[in-house]
T-cell receptor, first 112, second 115 residues
Framework: DTEVTQTPKHLVMGMTNKKSLKCEQH?????MYWYKQKAKKPPELMFV???????INESVPSRFSPECPNSSLLNLHLHALQPEDSALYLC???????????FGPGTRLTVL | AQSVAQPEDQVNVAEGNPLTVKCTYS??????LFWYVQYPNRGLQFLLK??????LVKGSYGFEAEFNKSQTSFHLKKPSALVSDSALYFC?????????????FGPGTRLSVLP
């Protein structure tokens, strides 16, 4: 299995809602990443987990809360988001034997 | 600090002609360099990488890239463009170092291949 999966594909939420994005990989990769991408822009790094520990937080607002329950799963918990948080959220993983990242298809998030 | 530049926002090429998408980088040490392609509303798809060794790297779908250390460049090339190559292309760099270290992406170049 050489795939990174993300659910849901699309999510619409209000500013008072709590929701979660899920990312899963079964390639044995021990580094996992969350990115935010606005239209026609490069991905912006949000968080990096290395061996299930948070190693990089790029000064992301606390309304985004990452979680890595095990080596295959990565969650992004969302609460009290703003309309400007609407974007494509991408998950990626990387193995110790690889240098490239493998990306999931993304979750298209719309905050109303 | 690492950085990546892609000097062209848009590249237009006729189908069947060769294409080049430019990338220059800046790192303090030795770089790992990557090209990714993104189709609309999709994740990024890995095309090729330079880690070490031969400066000419061959990747997926007939793409190749040449690492030039003196010019700090890693331009993406294809001898004969297809309409289906039309997409957004990102160059990325990672400095050799800690395992979890992040990648830096360039701003992207939109490639349009005209039939």
């Amino acid at each position: 299995d050489t795939e990174v999966t993300q659910t849901p594909k699309h999510l619409v939420m209000g500013m008072t809602n709590k929701k979660s994005l899920k990312c899963e990989q079964h390639m044995g990769h021990r580094a996992m990443y969350w990115y935010k991408q606005k239209a026609k822009k490069p991905p912006e790094l949000m968080f990096v987990y290395s061996y299930e520990k948070l190693s990089i937080n790029e000064s992301v607002p606390s309304r985004f809360s990452p979680e890595c329950p095990n080596s295959s799963l990565l969650n992004l918990h969302l609460h009290a988001l703003q309309p400007e948080d609407s974007a494509l959220y991408l998950c990626a993983s990387r193995g110790t034997g690889n240098n490239e990242q493998f990306f999931g298809p993304g979750t298209r998030l719309t905050v109303l | 600090a690492q950085s990546v530049a892609q000097p062209e926002d848009q590249v237009n090429v006729a189908e069947g002609n060769p294409l080049t998408v430019k990338c220059t980088y800046s790192v303090s040490g030795n770089p790992y360099l990557f090209w990714y392609v993104q189709y609309p509303n999709r994740g990024l798809q890995f095309l090729l990488k330079y880690i070490t060794g031969d400066n000419l790297v061959k990747g997926s779908y007939g793409f190749e890239a040449e690492f030039n250390k003196s010019q700090t460049s890693f331009h993406l090339k294809k001898p004969s463009a297809l309409v289906s190559d039309s997409a957004l292309y990102f160059c990325a760099v990672r400095e050799r170092g800690n395992y979890g270290q992040n990648f830096v992406f360039g701003p992207g170049t939109r490639l349009s291949v005209l039939p």
